[in-house]
């Protein structure tokens, strides 16, 4: 070997790891979606801060998927599974039966998710309302409780 072959040799570098790959607990990011002690809206604001922060927004907002020919999507497909394990991770019980689908992207959850809770806010108001009407301080544990 001559010399300027040897000095011409660079190791390859290593690839570094996507940001969303560090999350270890989601829990301690993001509390769970019951609709009740942590709202939609609420939830959104945590789960939109945290996608931010870890450069995967593009898997909830309406950036649409590579093409399954781009070399960028085998990348793209793992981060989605990735967030769509935070979604399924941070909702209730409930609300992941009812947003739980094979093939699913995370937006798909999202978009399912938004329309869980504000496709039906008149009648949810409704709903609220009504409650309310009939709400009793005899009906609560507390006057905490009836706060509420």
């Known amino acids: 070997m001559s010399k300027t072959t040897e000095s011409s040799f660079e190791p390859p570098k290593p690839t ?7 999350v270890t607990n989601i829990h301690t990011k ?11 809206s609420t939830w959104t604001k945590l789960f939109n801060l945290h996608v931010v922060a870890y450069k995967v927004a593009n898997h909830i907002d309406e950036t649409l998927a590579p093409d399954k020919t781009n070399p960028d999507y085998p990348l793209w497909k793992k981060l989605d599974a990735l ?3 935070w979604i399924y991770s941070t909702v209730s019980d409930d609300l992941l039966d009812r947003i739980l689908e094979t093939n699913s992207t995370a937006r798909d959850a999202w978009v399912k998710l938004e329309k869980i809770f504000l496709s039906n806010k008149k009648a949810r108001v409704a709903a609220l309302e009504t409650r309310f009407c009939n709400l009793t301080l005899t009906a609560c ?7 509420k």
Not at 16 to 22: E, G, I, K, R, V
């Open 30 to 40: 993001i509390r769970t979606l019951d609709g009740t002690t942590i709202t939609y």
């Open 16 to 22: 570094s790891l996507h940001p969303a790959y560090s």
């Open 141 to 147: 544990s507390s006057l905490d409780d009836y706060c």
């Open 83 to 85: 967030v769509l394990q």
